[in-house]
Nanobody, 121 residues
Framework: VQLQASGGGLVQAGESLTLSCSAS??????????IAWYRQVPGKQRELVAG???????IYADSVKDRFSIFRDNAKNTAYLQLNNLKPEDTATYYC??????????????WGQGTLVTVSS
């Protein structure tokens, strides 16, 4: 299962972006996966930003709560990350991830290529 992340770009602080994570899978398979978005800044550890379980429950990093929203459209085999009120410290490469194991404390599963988000002040 390949994952394709897209939607990154250069924005100013306070603006919004929507990232997409599309999976090349057969119908009905995408529903089985838990999807996560991580981000990484060069020289720093990758961090979990948000996750959505196959039952639709979500988790968020404290730093993005009330600003970011993760959701999925199983019919389109796609998950999204809505980034609102972006801050310069949100600048990072964002990666989507899919796994069967819903343990968000573990960095497991399949990764897509990253999409770069740059927020200018």
């Amino acid at each position: 299962v390949q994952l394709q992340a897209s939607g990154g770009g250069l924005v100013q602080a306070g603006e919004s972006l929507t990232l997409s994570c599309s999976a090349s899978v057969e119908g009905g398979i995408f529903d089985l996966y838990n999807i996560a978005w991580y981000r990484q800044v060069p020289g720093k550890q990758r961090e979990l930003v948000a996750g959505i379980s196959r039952d639709g429950s979500t988790i968020y990093a404290d730093s993005v709560k009330d600003r970011f929203s993760i959701f999925r459209d199983n019919a389109k085999n796609t998950a999204y990350l809505q980034l609102n009120n972006l801050k310069p410290e949100d600048t990072a490469t964002y990666y989507c991830n899919r796994r069967l194991n819903p343990d968000w404390s573990r960095e497991i599963g399949i990764w897509g290529q990253g999409t770069l988000v740059t927020v200018s002040s």
